[in-house]
């Protein structure tokens, strides 16, 4: 069973910045694809970003593209997701998430696809 601490969030203005971080201590990362998912208020999850196993693939959705960038650093066991000029609707609860990774193309991309979750932090972008 994989363990995911999710960290980073936290209260900015827009056009700010923020990283958030995705933790898997004792777990081997290197085997899982993992994405970025979000939830705001009364709405449903919503993908965010997506990175393959090794890190050589990586999704974005069309309203973070050019804004945020999701990478890994399977040494250290981490997944961020770099989060630049933020706007207020990029307000939500951000969630990661790990799926076991077959081979080095797998990389899911709806919420159904994968099968550990961590516990969320908030990301509020207000002024």
């Known amino acids: 069973q994989l363990r995911l601490v999710e960290s980073g969030g936290g209260l900015v203005q827009p056009g700010g910045s923020l990283r958030l971080s995705c933790a898997a201590p004792?777990?081997?990362?290197?085997?899982?694809?993992v994405g970025w998912f979000r939830q705001a208020p009364g709405q449903g999850r919503e993908g965010v970003a997506y990175?393959?196993?090794?890190?050589?693939?990586?999704l974005y959705v069309d309203s973070v593209k050019g804004r945020f960038t999701i990478s890994r650093d399977n040494v250290e066991k981490v997944v961020y997701l770099q989060m630049n000029s933020l706007k207020p609707e990029d307000t939500a609860v951000y969630y990661c998430?790990?799926?076991?990774?077959?081979?080095?193309?797998?990389?899911?991309?709806?919420?159904?696809?994968?099968?550990?979750w961590g516990q969320g932090t908030q990301v509020t972008v207000s002024s």
């Open positions: 004792g777990f081997k990362l290197n085997e899982y694809a």
């Open positions: 990175i393959s196993r090794n890190g050589g693939r990586t």
């Open positions: 998430a790990g799926d076991d990774a077959p081979n080095n193309d797998y990389l899911p991309t709806h919420h159904e696809g994968y099968d550990w």
